[in-house]
């Protein structure tokens, strides 16, 4: 394998991380430009941590064999009464089982 | 510096980094594949550092397509930050600028969510918790793409040991533990549908914008809440 940095890939690649520090500090530059926050935008943000992790998970489970849905579902009633590491141990224990036993 | 706030940020972490672990693997064996050198995949998970939107970046490097353009897909990837940060701040008042902008960089889905689990209930954010919570996702998420970009072709399928569904089911427990929150159900469901129909009709990764932009609209235009504080507002949390 070739160990040189290739200056046009990495320049490349310091434009991505820039682009994407932008995205992180956006936000935060954006808010502490506003004195007061409206109240509609509070209730927006306040939505972000849920609106935007169910759009990490929902494809996976629309688009996922029986597998990935019945550990998904698994999970998720574990998850109303166990902590976080119980819920992921279920959901793929629930995987495996449906991979492995049954040939989901 | 507070012991207690170091050990639990290091065992939060530790469940991220163990989760996306196979991730980073894939991300360099990708990487090489698609022409990157190990330094380059190195360089991309120490500045980038950002799971999703580097498999996007090196999934263009690969065909070809104009550098401007590269950078572009990753921006729109890497757009929810832009609500990740704005929601933060809140929490982050007591940081100084330099400790702010450090902390930003850091700030991927897993961070930011736990980030706010936790000043939801009722802790502050230390800066001791949130960078070590940070350094045991950063440090494993940067080696473990350099061991995939050097033995990439020794990882078998994923699917083997079932380590496909773990970062879905990591993220599915998060968004259950905010079921207490005002306007839980309508939220989530409408990001559901809209991450859904984006999947379907645009295509991945822009179901996670369109997804989110339903879920915040939704939010935006439901009744008001009392305003957080007010007795009522804090009787529903755990």
Redesign the interface.
């Known amino acids: ?6 200056p ?3 320049w ?6 820039v ?10 530059v ?3 430009r506003m004195s007061t926050i409206p ?3 509070e ?22 064999g029986l ?2 849905k019945l ?2 579902l698994v ?2 009633v574990v ?2 009464k166990y902590p ?2 119980i ?2 141990a279920a ?2 224990a629930t ?2 089982l449906c ?1 492995h036993a049954f040939g989901l | 510096m507070n012991r207690n706030e170091i050990v639990e940020g290091f065992k939060g972490g530790a ?1 991220v980094a163990l ?1 996306s672990a196979p991730f980073a693997v894939l991300f360099g064996a990708v990487a ?1 594949d698609n022409g ?5 995949v190195a ?2 998970s120490a ?4 799971g999703a ?1 580097q498999l996007v ?1 090196i999934e263009l ?1 690969g065909q070809y397509v104009a ?1 401007w353009l ?3 897909s ?2 729109a990837v ?12 809140r929490y982050l008042t007591h940081f100084s600028l330099g400790q ?2 450090l902390a ?2 850091l ?1 991927i ?1 897993p961070q ?2 736990e980030t ?2 936790r000043a939801e209930s009722g802790k502050t954010i230390t800066l001791e918790w949130y960078l070590a919570f940070a350094a045991v996702i950063y440090v494993p998420w940067l080696t473990f793409s350099v061991i995939g970009a050097a033995f990439g072709s020794m990882i078998g399928d994923p ?4 380590i496909d ?14 079921r207490r ?4 159900y309508p ?2 469901a ?3 549908i ?3 129909l ?2 379907q009709f645009v295509g ?1 990764p822009w ?2 914008s ?3 932009a ?9 009744p ?2 009392p ?2 504080g007010t007795k009522t507002a804090k009787a529903g949390h755990s």
């Open positions: 394998m070739n160990f040189a940095l290739d046009a890939t990495a490349l690649i310091i434009a991505a991380a682009a994407t520090y932008l995205t992180r500090v956006g936000g935060y954006l808010i502490t109240p509609r935008l209730a927006a943000l306040n939505a972000v941590p849920a609106a935007v992790l169910t759009t990490l998970c929902a494809p996976a489970f629309f688009n996922g597998d990935i550990a998904m999970a998720l998850s109303l976080g590491l819920m992921l959901g793929w995987a495996m991979r | 469940i989760s090489v990157l050198n190990l330094p380059e360089l991309m500045t980038v550092y950002a939107s970046g490097f550098a590269v950078v572009l990753i921006f890497n757009f929810r930050h832009v609500l990740y940060s704005a929601a933060l701040t702010k902008l930003f960089f700030l889905d930011f969510a706010v689990r699917r083997v040991w079932a569904v773990l970062l879905p089911l990591y993220f599915l427990g998060i968004v259950v533990g905010f929150k005002p306007g839980f939220v989530v409408a990001s559901f809209g991450s859904v984006g999947y991945s179901h996670v369109i997804g989110a339903f879920g915040v609209l939704v939010a935006a235009l439901l008001l809440s305003p957080p």
